[in-house]
């Protein structure tokens, strides 16, 4: 069955970088595309970005234009989430998802915390 582990979470200062990882298993992980949503505590769902199989087109939602990109490794089946200059408000659980054959599937989430 199709599964989702983020890794790579943890506490920052603000102007950190961190990386987080989505591994994947279940289903030909480059014929799909793969995205990131984050919550904050207290706030719904905020898409983060997108990266279609071949890596090849991203997207990226305004809040973190210039700060987060996006990737994929086909080979290790893992999207990545490059996270740079990162503030207070990106603090948040950050989830990876697939959408297989018409059913969206979720990791358990990472968190991530911005604080000094």
């Known amino acids: 069955q199709v599964q989702l582990v983020e890794s790579g979470g943890g506490l920052v200062q603000p102007g950190g970088s961190l990386r987080l990882s989505c591994a994947a298993s279940?289903?030909?992980?480059?014929?799909?595309?793969m995205g990131w949503v984050r919550q904050a505590p207290g706030k719904g769902l905020e898409w983060v970005s997108d990266?279609?199989?071949?890596?090849?087109?991203?997207y990226l939602a305004d809040s973190v234009k210039g700060r987060f990109t996006i990737s994929r490794d086909n080979a290790k089946k893992t999207v990545y989430l490059q996270m740079k200059s990162l503030k207070p408000e990106d603090t948040a659980v950050y989830s990876c998802?697939?959408?297989?054959?018409?059913?969206?599937?979720w990791g358990r989430g990472t968190q991530v915390t911005v604080s000094s």
């Open positions: 279940g289903f030909t992980f480059s014929d799909y595309s």
């Open positions: 998802y697939v959408e297989v054959n018409d059913s969206w599937y």
């Open positions: 990266i279609d199989g071949g890596g090849g087109r991203t």
